[in-house]
T-cell receptor, first 114, second 111 residues
Framework: DAGITQSPRHKVTETGTPVTLRCHQT?????MYWYRQDPGHGLRLIHY???????DKGEVSDGYSVSRSKTEDFLLTLESATSSQTSVYFC?????????????FGSGTQLSVL | GQQLNQSPQSMFIQEGEDVSMNCTSS?????WLWYKQEPGEGPVLLIA?????ELTSNGRLTAQFGITRKDSFLNISASIPSDVGIYFC???????????FGKGTKLTVNP
């Protein structure tokens, strides 16, 4: 199994509070991704990183920010959580960032915004 | 952006039955990927297809890259309870390296 750890695994928070989710990898892969999974929508890309301090937006980036200060860590922040951000969040990594390349996923973070 | 349409959305089958699901798009894809997600876990890659017409097997799983390059099929033979999960097709969006995922087919296998 790829060494990807997401924390926390579960979180309940209130509307308007900031939330940070962490993804930690031990594979030294250059590319890291944050997806959200919702019923009826599948997996949608929020943000991704192609190196330390290099990030870009995905399909559903509004309301989210990311940071990558070290190769192994990719943080996803909800500045002011809303109920629409209740979801399961997955981190993924890949070595070369190619679209036909295998992604390795973490086990996910279940976030509930009340 | 490009969309991938998976069908069926869900399947309820008996152990031992064969399963077939598909993924279609209005756009051409150069790669088709099939992932499986078990309950409480992230998706795991099952099969990757890189050429139109390609047929690839992984144990009881067989996937095909459609000739038109706009569809792909995944078949599971002689299903067992551990086949339970959500199966996603995915492919790189045209002109980018970002993956787009289908909405998934949820498989339930009754012992």
């Amino acid at each position: 199994d790829a060494g990807i750890t997401q924390s926390p695994r579960h979180k309940v928070t209130e509307t308007g509070t900031p939330v940070t989710l962490r993804c930690h990898q031990t594979e030294n892969h250059r590319y890291m991704y944050w997806y959200r999974q919702d019923p009826g929508h599948g997996l949608r890309l929020i943000h991704y990183s192609y190196g330390v301090k290099d990030t870009d937006k995905g399909e559903v980036s509004d309301g989210y920010s990311v940071s990558r200060s070290k190769t192994e860590d990719f943080l996803l922040t909800l500045e002011s959580a809303t109920s629409s951000q209740t979801s399961v969040y997955f981190c993924a990594i890949s070595a070369r960032g190619r679209g036909d390349e295998k992604l390795f996923f973490g086990s996910g973070t279940q976030l509930s915004v009340l | 952006g490009q969309q991938l349409n998976q069908s069926p959305q869900s399947m309820f089958i008996q152990e031992g039955e064969d399963v077939s699901m598909n993924c279609t798009s209005s756009s051409i894809f150069n790669t088709w990927l099939w992932y499986k997600q078990e309950p409480g876990e992230g998706p795991v890659l099952l099969i990757a297809l890189y050429k139109a017409g390609e047929l690839t097997s992984n144990g009881r799983l067989t996937a095909q890259f459609g000739i038109t390059r706009k569809d792909s099929f995944l078949n599971i033979s002689a299903s067992i309870p551990s086949d339970v999960g959500i199966y996603f097709c995915a492919g790189p969006q045209g002109g980018s390296e970002k993956l787009v995922f289908g909405k998934g087919t949820k498989l339930t296998v009754n012992p």
